[in-house]
């Protein structure tokens, strides 16, 4: 008997099924610009086949006619039967989007989202029965009919053991799976309010075994959360050390921080990707945005080979081919304008990306109009707005959310989401977006961002109208403040059989906030008075360089989904002043 | 404890919903607009924790104030309640004049940001 893994194997599946999608990509542009060679039609058909393959098993049906129909189409090829003309590479490229939506599409992310979610009894309780996966959305009309989630629970209860269900965390609407399982799978045509989701067995062939493995970020992170845990240990033992005093445990002491050190750069370091991956997403989009918008351009892609942590690669991504698509929309002329402006007809867009220190710089420049200043400063002043003075000014106006100098939204950028957006990704990221342009010639773009991601769990808290966060290592635990009591250099606060001296938020802001309400205890001893708690989130932490800006208590600034600017709080850094403060 | 907690309610003059397990609670929420929840960390389906924060994870449901009620007194769990996103925690047994004053704030406190 094989033991139920699909949720590692419907993970599986999509990466390697969208690494064969970009590799098809790939080849179907080589193939367009630098002609057919016998090699690239063999790579083609070696992808297609092998996603036929990977799409059967998860019993995505359609995507693997698809496929069939794509290694067809190659098999004729290869034979010599016709030509792969631009038109049939035309047909795969739209072959490898549709199965990119397919393999996209939500269904698979409902399995992957409840698999995640089984426990080991659960998954283990599978054994040999038939799994099959439904989902319910409810609706007002549904519940007027008494179709609810308690009604359609109970009949599916009927029909199988429910071995899950759960609410799906979704874009805007709620539903619910059921996982299922029984000697056969329920009847559909019983429960017609219900979708139900292929799920497949996962007796799937291994792939043939290489030195290379995939490993979830998730799991790399655990292992940085291990060695995290790790320093905080040495730093205890560092502390027994310097009251006993022991030669060799203070080496030991010394060896451990060592390899600590060294432990947390290799993981660093298996985070690292080449940029290329994100880059060479760009090539389709020029493609297809090129031929919408009748412009001829050529694509200059450099430094591929740069490497970036994995997640830095996929946050870029968006922003930078939002960038790409506005070069072609706003920025490049048509080949009639270009023509006409003595200009070479065929325009031409960079990306260029390079490491700066510890930042990376990418930089997108087309050889287009320019930005029109005029048109931006009556576009301002309707809007009741300063004229832009310098390029600063104008990037900010650009970068105005519903600014837009168009008079409607086209396919390509300009769908509602704008530089804004952009803008806003980026300074997520702890980065800057800056602009160069000249009248008639150059619009460009610069992406600077740190390289390394410090992303942390940190514990929102509210004073006043201010939100702070609190990293939550620093957060032993959280108390309700009933009472405090005054003393003489301080205010206390009990919790549990002691008293801790209260730190208000607010008092070290200058925020008025009152009486804190909560305790935020960390094992520092004072206790951190607040207003409000809101929850825990993770977030990207923006180190503070300006001298200015700078200081004491502050461990950098994060932004939150709504674009609001949060501060981190240093709490070690806090309690020393504080402390120090009440010594004085 | 349904029936008595919207019974101790009664003075907000507010309109109730009931749920009787977390994925009916989650259905209400999708099918209705709410001031405030309560909600029992002992319900048969879920954990209370995992519809609080399914709801605290959800955009559209982010801002309702969500009071919780246990008859857990421990330590931790009243800070994984409130880390989790709880506005307030009220432990069993409570009288019906505590919830009340329990919810009241929670009304007329603007949504956060």
Known sequence: ?584 | MRKMVMAALRPLQASFVEAGTGLEAIEKLALETFEAITLDLNMPDMHGLEVLSFVRNHQAYQKVPVLVVSTRGEDDTRTQVLAAGATAYLTKPFTPRQILDALRPLLVEAPVD
């Not at chain 1, 008494?146 to 009604?151: E, G, L, Q, T």
């Not at chain 1, 059921?178 to 045509?189: M, S, V, Y």
């Not at chain 1, 923006?542 to 501060?567: F, H, I, K, N, Y």
Request: with cysteine; net charge negative; proline share 5%.
């Open chain 1, 1 to 584: 008997m094989t033991e139920f893994s699909a949720d590692e194997f419907a993970a599986d599946f999509r990466e390697e099924a969208l690494a064969h999608l970009q590799q098809i990509t790939r080849l179907l542009l080589d193939v367009e610009r630098d002609g057919v060679t016998p090699e690239s039609v063999d790579g083609l058909f070696r992808s297609f086949h092998t996603l036929k393959g990977l799409c059967g098993m998860v019993g995505l049906e359609r995507a693997a006619t698809l496929s069939h129909e794509a290694e067809s189409l190659l098999t004729r090829v290869r034979r010599g039967q016709h030509p792969l003309s631009g038109e049939r590479v035309d047909r795969l490229l739209d072959a490898a989007r549709a199965l990119q939506d397919i393999i996209e599409h939500r269904e698979a992310s409902v399995l992957s989202q409840v698999l995640s979610q089984l426990t080991e009894a659960e998954r283990a309780g599978l054994g040999d029965a038939v799994v099959s996966l439904c989902t319910f959305t409810p609706t007002p009309e549904r519940a007027a009919r008494n179709v609810n989630v308690a009604s359609v629970r109970e009949r599916l209860g009927q029909a199988a053991r429910i071995v899950r269900a759960m609410p799906l965390q979704e874009g805007g609407q709620v539903r619910f799976a059921f996982l299922l399982a029984g000697h056969a799978a329920p009847d559909p045509t019983l429960f017609p309010e219900l979708e139900w989701v292929p799920v497949a067995r996962s007796e799937a062939p291994r792939q043939p075994t290489s030195t290379a493995v995939r490993v979830d970020i998730p799991r790399l992170d655990e292992v940085m959360r291990m060695v995290g845990a790790l320093m905080h240990t040495r730093a205890r033992l560092e502390l027994i050390n310097q009251e006993v005093r022991d030669d060799r445990l203070e080496e030991l002491v010394a060896r451990m921080s060592r390899q600590l050190r060294g432990m947390r750069e290799a993981v660093t370091r298996l985070r690292l990707v080449p940029l290329g991956d994100v880059l060479s997403r760009l090539e389709l989009v020029v493609r297809d945005v090129s031929r919408e918008r009748g412009v001829q351009v050529r694509l200059l892609l450099e430094g591929e080979e740069v490497q970036v942590d994995k997640l830095l690669v996929e946050r870029l991504a968006d922003p930078l081919l939002h960038l790409a698509r506005n070069a072609l929309t706003h920025g490049l002329e048509t080949t009639d304008v270009r023509r006409a402006e003595g200009k070479p007809e065929s325009g031409t867009l960079s990306v260029v990306a390079r490491r700066e220190g510890e930042s990376l710089c990418v930089r997108v420049e087309d050889d287009g109009r320019g930005i029109d200043r005029q048109q931006v400063t009556e576009r301002a002043r309707g809007l009741g707005l300063p004229a832009p003075v310098t390029t600063t000014d104008l990037l900010d106006l650009l970068c105005r959310p519903g600014f837009s100098t168009r008079p409607q939204a086209d396919l390509g950028a300009g769908r509602g989401v704008g530089l804004d957006v952009v803008a806003q990704a980026i300074r997520a990221l702890g980065g800057r977006l800056s602009l160069e342009t000249e009248p008639g010639r150059m619009t460009a773009f610069m992406v600077k961002v740190p390289l390394s991601l410090v992303i942390v769990d940190v514990l929102l808290v509210e004073v006043g109208a201010e939100i702070y966060a609190v990293p939550r290592p620093e957060v032993d635990r959280v108390i309700e403040i009933e009472a405090v009591l005054l003393v003489e250099g301080g205010t206390l606060v009990q919790d549990g059989a002691r008293a801790r001296p209260l730190l208000r938020v607010g008092d070290l802001f200058g925020v008025d906030g009152g009486a804190p309400r909560y305790g935020v205890v960390s094992d520092r001893g004072p206790v951190l008075g607040v207003d409000r708690l809101l929850g825990m989130q993770e977030v990207v932490v923006q180190t503070l360089t300006d001298p200015l800006v700078a200081r004491p208590g502050l461990a950098g600034t994060t932004e939150l989904g709504s674009g609001r600017l949060v501060l981190i709080l240093d709490v070690p850094a806090l309690v020393r002043d504080a402390l120090r403060g009440a010594a004085a």
